[in-house]
């Protein structure tokens, strides 16, 4: 069975400092990776998705991510982080049917 | 925007209360999803609905009743919960069942006194 493992529930970065979330897998085959963020009270939002081809993707707000197959892992990253991207961030596998989610790694930026 | 819609948005409700919470999707899906959010634990499956049938049902005691009239709308029925039901309950959707990309809606905070 897949599985997602977030290593850091809480994370304190600077504002206008750079940003990494880490994100390990487990899954046989070649897995579809999500990274989702949530604010406090509301529900998840979709940062960005990799199913195959490059690597490194692109997502909103300013993030991207990149998928090491040997490392099984799909960290997320951020040059600059700003106050609004406080949250609750999530990384998620899925193998088409259902989506596994992490336990989540919670993001305070500190001005 | 997602997309996405869930009434309400609180909920309070006694452990004899029946309520149900609504959810709605305008994006075209056929897929509908129920979640249940606790604190300090990851997000759990509770229910998968393609096409209006449901596909799945994670081991979800009875006491919660999932109903899908039609792909835009899901339902979940709660009667008699307990206070460990208190939660953030989450909607998503996606195209089609098996197509991986989910889209959430905002959530109902659901407290059982």
């Known amino acids: 069975a897949q599985s997602v493992t977030q290593p850091d529930i809480h994370i304190t970065v600077s504002e206008g400092a750079s940003l990494e979330l880490r994100c390990n897998y487990s899954y046989g085959a070649t897995p579809y990776l999500f990274w989702y963020v949530q604010s406090p009270g509301q529900g998840l939002q979709l940062l960005l998705k990799y199913f195959s081809g490059d690597t490194l993707v692109q997502g909103i707000k300013g993030f991207e991510a990149e998928f090491k197959r040997s490392q099984s892992s799909f960290n997320l990253r951020k040059p600059s982080v700003h106050w609004s991207d406080a949250a609750e961030y999530f990384c998620a596998v899925g193998d088409g049917n259902k989506l596994v989610f992490g336990a989540g790694t919670i993001l305070r930026v500190k001005s | 925007e997602t997309g996405v819609t869930q009434t309400p948005r609180h909920l309070v409700m006694g452990m004899t209360n029946k309520k149900s919470l609504k959810c709605e999707q305008h994006l075209g899906h056929n897929a509908m999803y129920w979640y249940k959010q606790s604190a300090k634990k990851p997000l759990e499956l509770m229910f998968v609905?393609?096409?209006?049938?449901?596909?799945e049902n994670n081991s979800v005691p009875s006491r919660f009743s999932p109903e899908c009239p039609n792909s835009s709308h899901l339902f979940l029925h709660l009667h008699t919960l307990q206070p460990e039901d208190s939660a953030l309950y989450l909607c998503?959707?996606?195209?089609?069942f098996g197509e991986g990309t989910q889209y959430f809606g905002p959530g109902t905070r659901l407290t059982v006194l």
């Open positions: 998503a959707s996606s195209q089609d």
């Open positions: 609905y393609s096409l209006e049938e449901r596909v």
